[in-house]
């Protein structure tokens, strides 16, 4: 596995061959985004963001009976989703946790990975970024960043800013590698499941043996 | 004191107005387009008026004159209501916040500089209202506020309306384009001279079917169904320079989930009739390929009139059009007008066509959608789109510009229609309905990024 140079990166976004390409899109500024010398790209600030509503549930609990969250889709009731326009403020407290969409649109072929990192300037003043930092290959998609402010200062943030930075690497061929052919991801920012049906099943299955027990 | 009784309720219910219309001002409204807020500055202003007359019919001496003023403060107050309900549906909470730059686009483009206002209403149509000052210009000592309202609205104003979620779908949007179709139609100076022919044996055919002369009543009825069929299929035209084949599926598509039979009203011309004229334009060649060889070099399959209509119900002969509008409860002329003029309606269609390019080929040429742009998108971004690149940039030379509008729908229509089973992209689920969905999402993105694109590069 190694990591792409910025050539590396600028010849994957040429790519005429689709399944090889990379696709990040749109870079608006392709000199600022991707330095030369550098081995990362630089990720825009996109213009949804979600933050967490106070609600009447004492947890968030997949196998939970509660009506609110017997359903993977109604995790979205946790949420309250804005639209920030492109250049306009959003502000973050103090310790306050805020999803946000990257703005460019993501898609890996089947032989690259990703990780997210946050931009240096950003963590001095106390943002992280990304704690789900490792993008798969085959991801198609927009990048949630979870935001936190660990800071003591409320900082605003506008749809544009740069604030994050893409690594990739190439992945050691396997036989599984890109063997459905098909890409996963969405561009939908908020979480749908925690955990797969068939975990999520056998663990209420499970749930419910030891309750008998 | 029953004077003062009714002052302090409508007074009550001014103050109530007040705090709605602010409530609606600190919504957010999709693309930050300033219509929204224009129009809620005409409310306060009429809030600001009603308030004044109140006043008034405090300090009057005469009591009914007090009384008048109080009534014209209530009815000002109704005014304010019936504008909030007006722009109902118009927030992000109701309209996707980036879908609706690319009409506003349009509207520009086209050089119109009303007032517009997107909304979203749970119905199943498309709809453009046009709002004129008169009702506002006539009120008596209005506020500064108002006067400054109507000043800084650009009349008529332009309200277009989708429908919500369920039918909002992104590539029927070409509807849209429709919709300013019909604001383009009142510009132009028609020429319907070849159609002078016509009318004297439609008239007659239709007087054999009544047995008599047409009387004033469905004189005027005949009229009204004419300009109405008239405007629907130069709106069609319209949209088919705006948007090409998007148009002709969208209108297919949106038939057959209407549901409402073959679609003959005395509002509308049936649904095969407006299919069949928009396929006319798609078999012409211009300069080398015509819409159909474009669509069958990419997506392999002949386009033909029925592609994505086939269970649209095709209009019955002239003789069981009058026999269902008859069924309907409608008049006898009623029924001859509109089974004789489906027979004649379709010589239109040539002369709207031109008069309608020939326009737009004066006023912004930029914006029709030629059979090359179409074998341009589709090269770019078709197979793209099946491996889940979504049509955000186009190539222009070196550079990577804003895909257009139209471009987002024409592809997405050919992935959808002729592709789709191609489409490597897997849903949440297995389903048609989830994959649907996806590459759904996939297309509203592509708008809102190509947007966010071509914004930055407009800043120097």
């Not at chain 1, 800013?161 to 063997?179: K, M, N, S, Y």
């Not at chain 2, 019936?82 to 549906?89: A, S």
Request: charged letters at 20%; hydrophobic letters at 45%; aromatic letters at 8%.
């Amino acid at each position: 596995m190694t990591v792409l140079s910025g050539v590396d990166i600028r010849g994957r976004l040429r790519e005429p061959n689709l399944d090889k390409r990379l696709v990040v899109s749109p870079i608006l500024e392709a000199v600022e985004q991707l330095k030369d010398g550098n081995s990362s790209i630089d990720l825009r600030l996109g213009c949804e963001f979600a933050f967490v509503v106070p609600s009447l549930h004492g947890s968030i609990d997949e196998l939970s009976t509660d009506s609110l969250q017997s359903s993977e889709a109604r995790l979205s009731r946790l949420y309250r989703k804005i639209y920030v326009p492109l250049a306009n403020a959003v502000h973050i407290h103090p310790h306050q946790f805020v999803l946000a969409q990257a703005l460019e649109y993501l898609r890996l072929p089947m032989d690259l990975m990703a990780y997210v990192v946050g931009r240096s300037t950003w963590g001095r003043l106390g943002l992280t970024v990304a704690t789900a930092i490792g993008v798969h290959p085959g991801y198609a998609g927009c990048l949630t960043l979870e935001l936190r402010n660990l800071g003591e200062t409320p900082l605003t943030l506008r749809p544009g800013q740069t604030i994050a930075q893409l690594f990739f690497h190439t992945v050691i061929p396997g036989r599984d590698l890109g063997a459905s052919g098909q890409y996963r991801g969405s561009v939908d920012l908020l979480p749908r499941r925690m955990s797969s049906s068939k975990t999520k099943s056998k663990l209420a299955h499970l749930h419910e043996l030891m309750k008998h027990e | 004191m029953p004077q003062e009784r009714a002052r302090r309720s409508i007074e009550f219910c001014l103050g109530r107005l007040r705090l709605q219309a602010e409530e609606l001002r600190s919504e957010q409204y999709p693309g930050n387009h300033p219509g929204p807020r224009h129009w809620l500055d005409l409310v306060n202003g009429l809030l600001d008026t009603a308030d004044s007359y109140l006043d008034l019919s405090r300090t009057a001496s005469d009591v009914d004159q007090a009384a008048a003023l109080a009534r014209d403060a209530a009815r000002l107050g109704s005014m304010a209501y019936q504008c909030m309900y007006l722009m109902q549906g118009s927030s992000v909470a109701h309209l996707s916040p980036p879908i609706t730059i690319p009409f506003q686009r349009w509207l520009d483009t086209l050089g119109f500089p009303n007032t517009a206002i997107f909304r979203a209403e749970t119905v199943v149509n498309y709809e453009l209202f046009r709002q004129d000052e008169k009702p506002f210009t006539r009120i008596r000592n209005p506020a500064p506020t108002l006067v400054a309202a109507i000043a800084a609205l650009k009349w008529p104003l332009f309200r277009i309306t989708l429908p919500t979620k369920g039918f909002a779908i992104l590539p029927h949007f070409a509807i849209v384009a429709h919709e300013i179709g019909h604001a383009l139609c009142d510009r132009l100076n028609w020429d319907l001279s070849a159609f002078a022919p016509e009318e004297k044996p439609l008239i007659d055919r239709v007087q054999a079917k009544l047995g008599h002369s047409l009387t004033p009543e469905s004189l005027t009825f005949f009229q009204k169904v004419f300009l109405h069929w008239f405007h629907e299929l130069a709106a069609d035209a319209f949209a088919f320079f705006l948007t090409g084949p998007a148009i002709f599926f969208s209108l297919c598509d949106f038939f057959q989930l209407l549901g409402n039979g073959y679609g003959l009203t005395a509002t509308h011309p049936a649904n095969d009739l407006r299919r069949r004229a928009i396929y006319k334009q798609l078999v012409v060649t211009q300069s080398k390929d015509s819409f159909v060889s474009v669509f069958q070099k990419h997506a392999g399959l002949q386009l033909d009139e029925a592609f994505n209509s086939g269970i649209l119900i095709p209009a019955p002969p002239k003789s069981d059009i009058w026999s269902d509008t008859k069924n309907s409860g409608a008049t006898d002329f009623a029924a001859a007008i509109l089974s004789e003029l489906h027979e004649s309606v379709e010589l239109l269609v040539p002369m709207i066509y031109h008069q309608a390019r020939e326009h737009l080929r004066a006023v912004a040429p930029q914006t029709i959608y030629s059979p090359e742009a179409y074998d341009e998108d589709l090269n770019t971004h078709l197979q793209a789109m099946l491996a889940a690149i979504p049509p955000i940039e186009s190539v222009q030379g070196a550079e990577l510009t804003a895909a257009r509008f139209a471009s987002i729908l024409n592809v997405g229509w050919v992935a959808l229609l002729t592709k789709f089973d191609e489409f490597r992209i897997a849903g949440e689920g297995a389903g048609n309905w989830e994959r649907m969905e996806v590459l759904h999402s996939l297309l509203e993105k592509a708008v809102e990024l190509s947007e966010v694109k071509r914004l930055w590069e407009s800043v120097p």
